[in-house]
C-alpha cells in the first residue's frame, strides 16, 4: 500500500480506531443513547436533544393489603453540543506515504489530543456528584484510602459491577506503591514493575492526565441555614434533582461560592436510598451555579434535592434554621478531583456528521460507537491537501448518586 493515494475516507478509518483507543473514561461511561440520535420518526430525525428517564424510587408495603404507588419519572437531556476537531495539511508528496507511517507520524498524535479533549469534558462532570470521601489535598497512597470510596458506595447501595476509578498521576502512583505492602503476589507485582494497579476495592482502575481540578470558593465566616423547613418534594425537584436554600452568616465583603463547591448541613444525614435508613455521615450537596454576594447572606441552587420523606427521600430530616454549613476543602485552594463511578453514572454520546453539500470525498467513519468525518480540501498553487477532522458529541451526568469524588486520608 505503500504508493496508495490516500482518501479521506482511509484517513477516517485510521483516526476513529486510533481516537476510540485512545480514550480512557470515555470508555468506561454509558454509550447506550447514541442510536436515540440515529432514529427516524415519521421522516424527522429526533434533532440535537433527547429526554432521559430518571430513575424512580418505592417504598415497600407491609401486610397484605395493596397500596398503588405512582409512577413518577423525572427527566433530564442529552443535548449533542460539542464539536471538535482536529486539522491536517498534507503535499501530494506525503498522501503517498504508507497508511501506518502517516497514522504513527501524523494521525495518532492528533487524536491523542482529541481523545483528551473528549475525556476533559467527561471529566468535567465532577461539578455534579455531590459525594466526597478523603480529606481534600491528601495523597490516595494505600488500599485503605482507596477503599473508602467503595465503602460509600456500597452505603449507597451501588451496584458491584462495571464500577471504574479514575485517577491523577499523583494519586495513581501513590496507589501502586500502596499495592506492594498486599500480600498478593498477583496484584503487587505489576503494581511494582509498571504501575498497573488493576481491580482493586471493586474498582477498575486507570491513570489520566486529564482529572479535574477544583477551586473552592473564596468564602468566609460562619455560615448558617437561614429558614426552617427548607426541604423540598420529588415532585418539586424530579426533573432538576435541585432545589434553593437560603443561608446567612457568610462574612461581608467578596464571598463567593463555585459551581461543583461540596457542602454538609448540620443534623442532615444521608439515608440509604433502598430502605431509607439514616447512615452515619451527613449528607453532602454540590453549588450548582457559582455565586457571589457581599452582604452575608446567599440563596443558593444545591444538588441534589433534599427530600426528607417518601419513596424518593435523600435526606434524614428536613433543613432546619441556624443549621451550621461546612463547605469542604480549604477556600480559594485547588484539588484534584479523582472520581470513581459506575458506567450508568455519566453518559457520551457521539453522532455521524453530515456530508455537506458541495463537499467532495467526505470520509464518514464508524468505529464501537465513536464518529469521525474527515472532508479534505485542496490549493493547487501550493499542491498541498488541507483535512478537517471532527467529532460531534456530548456528554450528561446521569445519575450523580452512582459517582464518588475520592482524595486520600490525612
Given at each position: ?134 480529606t481534600p489535598g491528601q495523597t490516595i497512597n494505600s488500599f ?267
Open positions: 500500500m505503500a504508493n496508495r493515494h490516500l482518501t479521506a475516507d482511509i484517513i477516517a478509518k485510521a483516526a476513529v480506531a486510533i481516537l476510540d483507543n485512545e480514550l480512557v473514561m470515555g470508555k468506561k461511561v454509558f454509550r447506550g443513547y447514541e442510536d436515540e440520535f440515529n432514529k427516524n420518526i415519521n421522516g424527522y430525525t429526533v434533532g440535537d436533544t433527547i429526554t432521559i428517564e430518571r430513575p424512580t424510587d418505592f417504598t415497600v408495603r407491609d401486610g397484605a393489603t395493596a397500596s398503588a404507588q405512582d409512577v413518577s419519572e423525572g427527566k433530564t437531556s442529552l443535548t449533542i453540543d460539542k464539536q471538535k476537531g482536529v486539522d491536517f495539511a498534507f503535499t501530494s508528496k506525503q498522501l503517498t506515504l504508507d497508511i501506518k507511517e502517516l497514522s504513527r507520524r501524523v494521525i495518532k498524535p492528533a487524536m491523542i489530543q482529541l481523545a483528551n479533549q473528549i475525556d476533559v469534558d467527561l471529566h468535567a462532570l465532577y461539578k455534579d456528584v455531590p459525594n466526597w470521601v478523603g485503605a484510602d482507596y477503599s473508602l470510596a467503595a465503602q460509600r458506595m456500597d452505603e449507597y447501595a451501588v451496584p458491584q459491577d462495571m464500577r471504574c476509578g479514575v485517577l491523577s498521576p499523583a494519586d495513581h502512583w501513590g496507589l501502586a506503591g500502596g499495592a506492594q505492602t498486599l500480600y498478593n503476589d498477583t496484584l503487587n507485582k505489576p503494581a511494582y514493575r509498571e504501575g498497573e494497579i488493576g481491580k482493586i476495592a471493586t474498582f477498575d482502575t486507570y491513570m489520566t492526565q486529564n482529572t479535574a481540578t477544583h477551586t473552592v470558593g473564596a468564602h468566609a465566616g460562619t455560615p448558617l441555614t437561614n429558614g426552617a423547613a427548607q426541604g423540598t418534594t420529588w415532585d418539586a425537584s424530579r426533573d432538576t434533582n435541585t432545589q434553593t436554600l437560603i443561608t446567612d452568616g457568610w462574612t461581608s465583603g467578596a464571598v463567593t461560592l463555585n459551581a461543583g463547591d461540596v457542602f454538609t448541613i448540620a443534623d442532615v444525614y444521608a439515608v440509604n436510598p433502598v430502605t431509607k435508613e439514616t447512615l452515619d455521615f451527613l449528607k453532602e450537596f454540590t453549588v450548582v451555579n457559582t455565586i457571589s454576594d457581599t452582604a452575608g447572606a446567599i440563596t443558593l441552587t444545591m444538588s441534589p434535592a433534599a427530600i426528607p420523606s417518601g419513596a424518593q427521600q435523600t435526606v434524614s430530616a428536613d433543613i432546619g434554621d441556624n443549621k451550621a454549613i461546612v463547605v469542604k476543602g480549604t477556600a480559594s485552594t485547588a484539588y484534584r478531583q479523582n472520581m470513581v463511578f459506575h458506567k450508568n453514572a455519566f453518559t457520551l454520546a457521539t453522532v455521524p456528521m453530515v456530508a455537506p453539500p458541495g463537499a467532495v470525498e467526505v470520509g464518514r467513519q464508524s468505529y464501537k460507537g465513536m464518529n469521525v468525518r474527515v472532508i479534505p480540501g485542496y490549493n493547487v498553487t501550493t499542491d498541498v491537501s488541507t483535512y478537517r477532522l471532527d467529532v460531534l458529541y456530548g456528554v450528561k451526568t446521569i445519575d450523580p448518586r452512582l459517582a464518588m469524588r475520592v482524595s486520600g486520608t490525612a
